[in-house]
C-alpha cells in the first residue's frame, strides 16, 4: 500500500462530512455514483468507485474513530475519493483467507485501483484544527487506452 501521496495541484474538491449512522455507507456510494456519472465516465469506472467508496468508509467506521468526511478530487486525468477518519492506526491489508467474513476491503481496493491507494496523515476538510487519516483511492478519468491497430484480412 501506498503510504503518501502529494495533494492534488489543481481540479475541484468536493468534501461531505460523513454521521455515524448505518445508512451512511450507502449515502457515501450514492454521493460518488451521483457525482461520478456528472462527469461521463464509463459506468464500470462508477461501478468501481462506488464499490470501493463503500469499502474505506466501512473501515472507517470499523475500525477508525470520528468524525469521519468523504472527499473527492477532480482533475484533468483522475478522480481520487478520500476518507478520513480520526484513527492514527494505519490500516494493514488482513492475510489472505476465503472463510473469512471480513478483510477483504483493501485487496478489492487494491485490485480495482490497480495499486492506486493508500493511507497518510490528513487536515480535516470540514474540521480544519484536526487531524486524522486519509484512506484514498485513485482512478484514470478514462480507460486506458492501447495503441492496438486492427489488421485486416489480405493486407
Known amino acids: 500500500m501506498t503510504t503518501l501521496r502529494s495533494a492534488p495541484r489543481s481540479g475541484i474538491q468536493y468534501v461531505w462530512p460523513l454521521r455515524e449512522d448505518a445508512r451512511t455507507v450507502g449515502h457515501a456510494r450514492a454521493i460518488i455514483r451521483t457525482e461520478l456519472s456528472a462527469l461521463t ?3 464500470d469506472v462508477v461501478d468501481d468507485a462506488a464499490l470501493m467508496v463503500s469499502e474505506l468508509v466501512t473501515n472507517a467506521f470499523m475500525y477508525g474513530d470520528a468524525p469521519y468526511e468523504l472527499m473527492l478530487h ?3 486525468k ?3 475519493c478520500v476518507v478520513v477518519d480520526s484513527s492514527p492506526i494505519l490500516p494493514v491489508p488482513s492475510p489472505h483467507d ?3 467474513e471480513h478483510g477483504r476491503g ?3 481496493i487494491a485490485r480495482l485501483s490497480d495499486g492506486f491507494y493508500g493511507c497518510h496523515p490528513q487536515r480535516y476538510a470540514t474540521h480544519p484544527g484536526l487531524v486524522g487519516k486519509a484512506t484514498w483511492f485513485a482512478l484514470p478519468r478514462q480507460g486506458v ?3 492496438v491497430v486492427p489488421i485486416r484480412p489480405g493486407t
Open 41 to 43: 465516465l464509463s459506468a
Open 74 to 76: 477532480v482533475d484533468a
Open 78 to 80: 483522475e478522480i481520487m
Open 98 to 100: 476465503l472463510g473469512a
Open 106 to 108: 483493501l485487496r478489492i
Open 145 to 147: 487506452q492501447t495503441n
